[in-house]
C-alpha cells in the first residue's frame, strides 16, 4: 500500500460526484435505468462495459477509479470505497451490502496518514452478502466469498472462502447442467 495525498483537485471532482450521485444517479431505482447510471458513471470517467450493472443504492466513492466488464454487477447498497482503482472482470457479481474498501490508515505512523491499494475481482467470481474485501485484495477467477466474509488477503482462483478472517473451504467446481 502507499501513502495517498488527496488533492484539492480530487476533492473537488468528488463535491461534484456527490451532487450528480443524489440528483442523476441514486433517483433512478430500476434495472431499467440502468443505461442512464453507466451513463453518469462514464460522464465521471468510470471505465464500463454496456452489458454491467450498477444499482441506484450502491455508493461509490470515486467513479474515475472504478472499471467493470461485460456483466459485471455492483449489487444493492454496496459500498464502493475506491481511493485507488476497484477492477470487475467478466461476469463478477458484488451482492448486496458488501464492502469494498481500497483505502486504510497507516496506524504506525503517528500522524495516520492515508493509504491505498486496488481491487480486482476476476472474471467468474462472486463476493456474496455483506462481505469485505480489504485495500490490495485480488480475488481469482471463479472465487467465491461467502456471506459476512472478511478477505484481507489475496484468494486462489476457483477457491471457496468465508469467515473472518476468511479462510479457504473448497474448491468450487462447476456442475453442468
Excluded at 30 to 46: D, S, Y
Amino acid at each position: 500500500m502507499k501513502v495517498i495525498q488527496l488533492s484539492w483537485k480530487n476533492k473537488l471532482a468528488r463535491g461534484v460526484w456527490t451532487v450528480a450521485y443524489y440528483f442523476l444517479f441514486r433517483p433512478f431505482p430500476t434495472k431499467v435505468f440502468n443505461c442512464w447510471r453507466i451513463f453518469i458513471l462514464r460522464c465521471f470517467g468510470a471505465k464500463i462495459h454496456s452489458r454491467a450493472g450498477v444499482y441506484a443504492s450502491c455508493r461509490i466513492w470515486a467513479p474515475w477509479n472504478l472499471q467493470l466488464e461485460n456483466n459485471a454487477w455492483i449489487g444493492p447498497y454496496v459500498d464502493c470505497y475506491n481511493v485507488a482503482n476497484v477492477m470487475l472482470g467478466a461476469h463478477v457479481t458484488i451482492s448486496q451490502y458488501s464492502y469494498l474498501c481500497t483505502a486504510s490508515h497507516d496506524f504506525t505512523d503517528i500522524k495516520h496518514p492515508l493509504v491505498a491499494a486496488p481491487i480486482e475481482v476476476k472474471d467468474h467470481a462472486w463476493v456474496a452478502a455483506r462481505a469485505f474485501v480489504g485495500p490490495g485484495v485480488s480475488i481469482g477467477e471463479g472465487a467465491v466469498i461467502g456471506a459476512c466474509g472478511v478477505v484481507i488477503k489475496d484468494v486462489e482462483p476457483w477457491m471457496v472462502v468465508a469467515g473472518n478472517p476468511a479462510k479457504p473451504l473448497k474448491k468450487r467446481e462447476i456442475r453442468s447442467a
